[in-house]
């Protein structure tokens, strides 16, 4: 009976039950990026925002250390919005500038 009053103690105290070492560090890794989140809009003069945010999720999505950047396209405004540790922003505010080219 103490055993399981103690659980249900610490689940209210926002207490979780033990994670992996591995599972731990993850999730300190990724509240860590979150913390120095950094949010960005871009607007594009050439290229669609839409197509242009699939691109980017697709180069973002087999790059593990951009698992926390977030690509959002804003079809209204023709922008991009770019979320993600300061750190990895300047590379993918690069790519855009270089695929928001004038096409011949």
Request: with cysteine.
């Amino acid at each position: 009976m103490k055993k399981s009053f103690l659980v249900l103690a610490l689940a209210a105290a926002g207490c979780h039950a033990p994670q992996t070492s591995k599972a731990s560090a993850d999730v300190a890794i990724e509240k860590d990026a979150e913390a120095r989140a950094t949010i960005e809009v871009v607007p594009l003069k050439y290229a669609s925002a839409d197509q242009i945010a699939m691109e980017l999720r697709s180069v973002l999505e087999g790059l593990k250390s951009r698992r926390s950047m977030r690509v959002v396209a804003d079809s209204r405004t023709n922008s991009i919005i770019v979320t993600g540790p300061r750190e990895d922003l300047a590379q993918v505010l690069a790519l855009i500038e270089k695929l928001d080219v004038k096409q011949p």
